[in-house]
């Protein structure tokens, strides 16, 4: 009977994508940190569409088993329930370590654990690098520069955080996470790369985390007042979630190892973080690519789906 139900179930499933074949040679296998969140696993669908076979080590904190079960039963594919503050015994040739709360509501609830998962998480990964001589990518962030003194902000200013304030768990996690990445890269031979990731947004981000893009959205949907915080004058700048997984992609397949910004610089005030990308549009040859409205329209269809699946719920 088992047997029957699971043959059932395949045949109710949708279609896998189609993805690439590549030689053995060719294919990577990659293991993904945090690949069930939002942007993890729209990198997890570039790595599969690739070819490429891929692990995903999460352990849904704020990951979703929805955002990759398109991919589960897949030959090339691999979900682990798994919390990287343990250690993590598996081979692989490349890493994208990504696990981390990364919306203020959600390190902010749990600070410890936070700096568990930047800390011990980050140790953990570089650990298994070593070991299996895979490259590692850390996905650090803008936060590391803090409340920045200078505009817009390159690689190499140093930042301005308060190691004790409201965000620190996670501000100082990210820095400690860089500064294990160049230890183990003098000491270890790891190699690495880090991505310092500025705001971004698109299908799958976390509908409550509070933020501009999702608040305006939720509003507009649900007939209620936009809420505009001040006199509004402020702006925002926010790539589109494609941007920053190409932007992943190509520093992985690079050969350098300083830190690089990956944001979409177009829009800003003097008292917002804003890249300076010049580093990734000559090192990597990589801008971003997706306007504001398009990525806007995207995300609001997924934001509309999401509610009729919420209101269907609750109905039933
Ligand atoms: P997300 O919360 O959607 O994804 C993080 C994933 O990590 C989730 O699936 C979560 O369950 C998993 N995770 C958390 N702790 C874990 C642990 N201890 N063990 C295993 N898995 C764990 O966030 P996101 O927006 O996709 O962010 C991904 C990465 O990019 C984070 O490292 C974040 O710091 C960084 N980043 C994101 C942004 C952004 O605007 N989204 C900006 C800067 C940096
Ligand atoms: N580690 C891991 N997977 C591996 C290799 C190491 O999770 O394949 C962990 C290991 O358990 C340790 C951490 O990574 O907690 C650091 O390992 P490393 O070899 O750098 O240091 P050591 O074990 O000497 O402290």
Same mark, same amino acid.
């Given at each position: 009977?088992?047997?029957?139900?699971?043959?059932? &179930?395949?045949?109710?499933?949708?279609? %896998?994508?189609?993805?690439? %074949?590549?030689?053995?040679?060719?294919?990577?296998?990659? /293991?993904?940190?945090?690949?069930?969140?939002?942007?993890?696993?729209?990198?997890?669908?570039?790595?599969?569409?690739?070819? !490429?076979?891929?692990?995903?080590?999460? +352990?849904?904190?704020?990951?979703?088993?929805?955002?990759?079960? !398109?991919?589960?039963?897949?030959?090339? %594919?691999?979900? /682990?329930?798994?919390?990287?503050?343990?250690?993590?015994?598996?081979?692989?040739?490349?890493?994208? !370590? /990504?696990?981390?709360?990364?919306?203020?509501?959600?390190?902010?609830?749990?600070?410890?654990?936070?700096?568990?998962?930047?800390? /011990?998480?980050?140790?953990?990964?570089?650990?298994?690098?070593?070991?299996?001589?895979? *490259?590692?990518?850390?996905?650090?962030?803008?936060?590391?520069?803090?409340?920045? &003194?200078?505009?817009?902000?390159?690689?190499?200013?140093?930042?301005?955080?308060?190691?004790?304030?409201?965000?620190?768990?996670?501000?100082?996690?990210?820095?400690?996470?860089?500064?294990?990445?160049?230890?183990?890269? *003098?000491?270890?031979?790891?190699?690495?790369?880090?991505?310092?990731?500025? +705001?971004? %947004?698109?299908?799958?981000?976390?509908?409550?985390?509070?933020?501009?893009?999702?608040?305006?959205?939720?509003?507009?949907?649900?007939?209620?007042?936009?809420?505009?915080?001040?006199?509004?004058?402020?702006?925002?700048?926010?790539?589109?979630?494609?941007?920053?997984?190409?932007? #992943?992609?190509?520093?992985?397949?690079?050969?350098?190892?300083?830190?690089?910004?990956?944001?979409?610089?177009?829009?800003?005030?003097?008292?917002?973080?804003?890249?300076?990308?010049?580093?990734?549009?000559?090192? #990597?040859?990589?801008?971003?690519?997706?306007?504001?409205?398009?990525?806007?329209?995207?995300?609001?269809?997924?934001?509309?789906?999401?509610?009729?699946?919420?209101?269907?719920?609750?109905?039933?």
């Amino acid at each position: 009977l088992q047997d029957k139900i699971r043959q059932l &179930e395949r045949l109710d499933r949708k279609p %896998f994508p189609e993805v690439q %074949f590549l030689s053995y040679t060719n294919r990577k296998r990659i /293991l993904v940190t945090g690949g069930a969140g939002f942007v993890g696993s729209h990198l997890v669908d570039q790595l599969m569409l690739q070819g !490429h076979e891929v692990t995903v080590a999460d +352990n849904f904190f704020t990951g979703r088993r929805r955002n990759v079960e !398109h991919w589960i039963g897949h030959e090339n %594919f691999e979900l /682990l329930n798994h919390d990287i503050i343990n250690p993590l015994h598996i081979e692989v040739d490349e890493i994208y !370590h /990504l696990a981390s709360p990364a919306s203020p509501p959600n390190y902010m609830y749990n600070p410890i654990k936070t700096i568990k998962t930047n800390t /011990l998480g980050t140790i953990n990964m570089l650990g298994l690098a070593k070991r299996v001589k895979a *490259k590692l990518l850390l996905a650090s962030t803008s936060e590391v520069y803090g409340d920045p &003194e200078v505009h817009p902000q390159p690689e190499t200013y140093w930042g301005h955080v308060n190691p004790i304030g409201p965000r620190a768990c996670y501000d100082e996690g990210k820095r400690v996470a860089e500064t294990m990445c160049y230890a183990y890269h *003098k000491q270890g031979g790891v190699d690495i790369r880090v991505a310092r990731i500025f +705001n971004t %947004f698109g299908p799958r981000m976390h509908m409550n985390d509070g933020r501009v893009v999702s608040n305006f959205i939720l509003q507009a949907l649900q007939n209620q007042p936009i809420t505009v915080y001040g006199d509004g004058s402020q702006t925002r700048s926010f790539q589109y979630v494609s941007d920053l997984v190409d932007g #992943l992609m190509a520093l992985m397949a690079s050969n350098y190892t300083q830190p690089v910004n990956l944001g979409n610089p177009d829009e800003y005030t003097i008292n917002q973080r804003k890249p300076d990308i010049s580093v990734a549009m000559k090192i #990597l040859k990589w801008k971003p690519k997706v306007p504001m409205i398009a990525g806007l329209n995207k995300t609001i269809e997924y934001f509309k789906s999401e509610l009729s699946v919420r209101h269907h719920s609750q109905r039933n």
